[in-house]
């Protein structure tokens, strides 16, 4: 069934790009359809967390039985056994459930929130194929372009042919490579990834100052405010108000609701990983090691424990003085302590993060009782690591890593913003159409209007900096893109030439809600 909806979804592309007359076939296909499931299990959420009392304790159950499953700890006979009961327990959870079926939106609900220096640009990735002769139908494979849907307040529609995708993801890769690397050529190499995806959709959108990006395949790991508006030799967030968004469908989503209860922001920072561990003998060779590691958020499975990150508990002194917020730390910045917490104002946590590719194995002689055996679920391959997680036999409810599955359970709901300041957090298995599987998902079905998030390895003490005159920014009235860009600028601008690099400020893409939040 799902092979011949990509084949039907494929046609109607095809068709949209080839004929004007199928341009709003192939729009309409995009906005109904891109994204869809993240925001039904949104819904889902909802129901269950307002249901009666049956559809309650079984959720509560399913909860308990995902948290099991995402501890890395867990054999395989005892997670098969789990899984069958969640198998079970779903099917008898979501028959008590309303049906749902997606929003029906039409184009011109979505161009009706584009003011009129705005315009909505979807990116597709589409295996093009073009027809060579009407009289025996025959076809020529052209292979994987991306495209540009530009979507105008009129409800006009452009498409543009951005270029080859194998051409487009190998340049994205290498922009990331030398950015993370703080090569000099990145510069140039931003340049050139412009002229690509951004060039051609200028010369079609003079007069309009925003932009509403909805990227789509390996476009999702570009990281865009680094980008250049070429004709202008200046950065292309200096010409252009850029905004993410999932699929243009969100610009109706988005809409204020005043009834959404607001709490008090959480801060969590500084965990401790060695939680409750008492008389413990550290393998010295390996925590050696592991001493380079406290200068960036990041993970190495090669590495035994999880380091200290020093620059996170004065990041989160100063993020919660500034946001009056809950602050949790040291054995406190834990799992079961976030999951405590219902629909805060705004979630920051400053931690390491991960993501583990699709069936990587494990490099180290050591592999800590199967910790990072990588299951097939995706959201079960990234998340945040937390208190105990270096001593995971301590506490056998809370292993120290909140994965993004679990993620999807927390309550928040009205969240105006969630900030993972970690390694990577942005990063997940991306599939076309739907996105990133990993904490950006997670996120937005939890609920949260927008979340903060690093596309790659960025220092501790930087990242630090970066975030207080982020907020502090966010607390003047600041739109948070607006007060993203200011940050931007201001790092690229910094007197020290170190810290003026894409490496430092390019990497937190923000995603979803871009207006000020109310205080």
Same mark, same amino acid.
């Given at each position: 069934m799902l092979n011949n909806f990509w084949v039907n979804k494929n046609i109607i592309y095809n068709f949209g790009i080839s004929n004007e007359e199928g341009r709003e076939l192939l729009l309409y296909n995009v906005l109904n359809t891109k994204g869809v499931l993240a925001d039904l299990e949104n819904k889902q959420a909802i129901l269950l967390n307002k249901g009666n009392d049956s559809i309650k =304790? &079984?959720?509560s159950r399913l909860k308990e039985i995902i948290k099991l499953t995402s501890n890395f700890k867990l054999n395989n006979i005892d997670r098969g056994a789990l899984l069958k009961e969640k198998n079970d327990l779903e099917v008898a959870l979501f028959s008590e459930l309303?049906?749902?079926?997606?929003n029906d939106i039409k184009i011109n609900q979505v161009s009706a929130e584009l003011k009129q220096d705005s315009v909505l640009i979807e990116f597709i990735k589409l295996y093009k194929r073009d027809l060579t002769t009407h009289v025996t139908n025959e076809f020529h494979d052209i292979g994987d372009q991306y495209y540009a849907v530009i979507l105008y307040p009129n409800s006009n529609i452009d498409i543009l042919n951005i270029g080859e995708a194998y051409k487009i993801d190998s340049l994205i890769s290498e922009v990331l490579i030398s950015t993370e690397r703080q090569k000099p050529e990145a510069i140039n190499l931003y340049k050139e990834l412009s002229k690509l995806i951004v060039d051609p959709i200028i010369s079609k959108t003079k007069g309009y100052k925003n932009w509403f990006l909805s990227p789509d395949g390996e476009l999702n790991r570009v990281p865009f405010f680094g980008l250049f508006h070429n004709q202008s030799n200046k950065y292309l967030s200096e010409k252009i108000n850029i905004r993410l968004l999932t699929s243009g469908r969100e610009l109706l989503k988005l809409k204020p609701n005043k009834s959404i209860i607001r709490n008090k922001p959480l801060v969590v920072a500084n965990p401790s990983f060695n939680k409750k561990i008492k008389n413990r003998k550290t393998n010295i060779s390996q925590f050696d090691k592991t001493v380079e590691m406290s200068?960036?958020?990041?993970?190495?499975? =090669? /590495? /035994?424990?999880?380091?200290?990150?020093? %620059? $996170? @508990? #004065? +990041?989160? &002194?100063? *993020?919660?003085? #500034? $946001? =009056? @917020?809950? /602050?949790?730390?040291?054995? +406190? @910045?834990?799992?079961? +302590? *976030?999951?405590?917490?219902?629909a805060p104002l705004i979630t920051h946590i400053a931690s390491h993060s991960y993501y583990l590719p699709n069936k990587q194995k494990i490099k180290s002689d050591y592999d800590l009782k199967n910790k990072f055996k990588v299951p097939e679920n995706p959201l079960l391959r990234s998340g945040i690591v937390l208190a105990g997680a270096n001593n995971q036999e301590v506490d056998k409810e809370d292993d120290g890593f909140l994965t993004a599955l679990e993620v999807t359970k927390l309550n928040w709901? %009205? $969240? +105006?913003?969630?900030? #993972?300041?970690?390694?990577?957090?942005?990063?997940?298995? #991306?599939q076309s159409g739907e996105g990133v599987y990993g904490l950006k998902r997670a996120i937005a079905v939890?609920? @949260?209007?927008?979340?903060?998030l690093s596309l790659w390895k960025v220092g501790d003490s930087e990242t630090a900096a970066f975030m207080k005159s982020f907020y502090l920014k966010l607390l003047d009235g600041k739109g948070k893109a607006k007060a993203l860009s200011l940050t931007q600028k201001e790092f690229r601008n910094h007197p020290i030439p170190g810290l003026r690099h894409p490496y430092v400020w390019a990497a937190f893409q923000l995603s979803g809600d871009w207006r000020p939040i109310n205080w």
């Amino acid at each position: 069934m799902l092979n011949n909806f990509w084949v039907n979804k494929n046609i109607i592309y095809n068709f949209g790009i080839s004929n004007e007359e199928g341009r709003e076939l192939l729009l309409y296909n995009v906005l109904n359809t891109k994204g869809v499931l993240a925001d039904l299990e949104n819904k889902q959420a909802i129901l269950l967390n307002k249901g009666n009392d049956s559809i309650k =304790n &079984k959720n509560s159950r399913l909860k308990e039985i995902i948290k099991l499953t995402s501890n890395f700890k867990l054999n395989n006979i005892d997670r098969g056994a789990l899984l069958k009961e969640k198998n079970d327990l779903e099917v008898a959870l979501f028959s008590e459930l309303p049906l749902l079926k997606p929003n029906d939106i039409k184009i011109n609900q979505v161009s009706a929130e584009l003011k009129q220096d705005s315009v909505l640009i979807e990116f597709i990735k589409l295996y093009k194929r073009d027809l060579t002769t009407h009289v025996t139908n025959e076809f020529h494979d052209i292979g994987d372009q991306y495209y540009a849907v530009i979507l105008y307040p009129n409800s006009n529609i452009d498409i543009l042919n951005i270029g080859e995708a194998y051409k487009i993801d190998s340049l994205i890769s290498e922009v990331l490579i030398s950015t993370e690397r703080q090569k000099p050529e990145a510069i140039n190499l931003y340049k050139e990834l412009s002229k690509l995806i951004v060039d051609p959709i200028i010369s079609k959108t003079k007069g309009y100052k925003n932009w509403f990006l909805s990227p789509d395949g390996e476009l999702n790991r570009v990281p865009f405010f680094g980008l250049f508006h070429n004709q202008s030799n200046k950065y292309l967030s200096e010409k252009i108000n850029i905004r993410l968004l999932t699929s243009g469908r969100e610009l109706l989503k988005l809409k204020p609701n005043k009834s959404i209860i607001r709490n008090k922001p959480l801060v969590v920072a500084n965990p401790s990983f060695n939680k409750k561990i008492k008389n413990r003998k550290t393998n010295i060779s390996q925590f050696d090691k592991t001493v380079e590691m406290s200068k960036q958020r990041s993970v190495d499975l =090669n /590495f /035994f424990d999880w380091s200290d990150l020093p %620059g $996170t @508990a #004065i +990041e989160g &002194k100063v *993020i919660s003085k #500034i $946001t =009056n @917020a809950k /602050f949790l730390t040291g054995n +406190e @910045a834990s799992v079961s +302590e *976030i999951e405590k917490q219902s629909a805060p104002l705004i979630t920051h946590i400053a931690s390491h993060s991960y993501y583990l590719p699709n069936k990587q194995k494990i490099k180290s002689d050591y592999d800590l009782k199967n910790k990072f055996k990588v299951p097939e679920n995706p959201l079960l391959r990234s998340g945040i690591v937390l208190a105990g997680a270096n001593n995971q036999e301590v506490d056998k409810e809370d292993d120290g890593f909140l994965t993004a599955l679990e993620v999807t359970k927390l309550n928040w709901e %009205g $969240t +105006e913003m969630v900030v #993972i300041s970690g390694c990577e957090s942005g990063r997940g298995d #991306i599939q076309s159409g739907e996105g990133v599987y990993g904490l950006k998902r997670a996120i937005a079905v939890s609920g @949260a209007k927008s979340s903060l998030l690093s596309l790659w390895k960025v220092g501790d003490s930087e990242t630090a900096a970066f975030m207080k005159s982020f907020y502090l920014k966010l607390l003047d009235g600041k739109g948070k893109a607006k007060a993203l860009s200011l940050t931007q600028k201001e790092f690229r601008n910094h007197p020290i030439p170190g810290l003026r690099h894409p490496y430092v400020w390019a990497a937190f893409q923000l995603s979803g809600d871009w207006r000020p939040i109310n205080w």
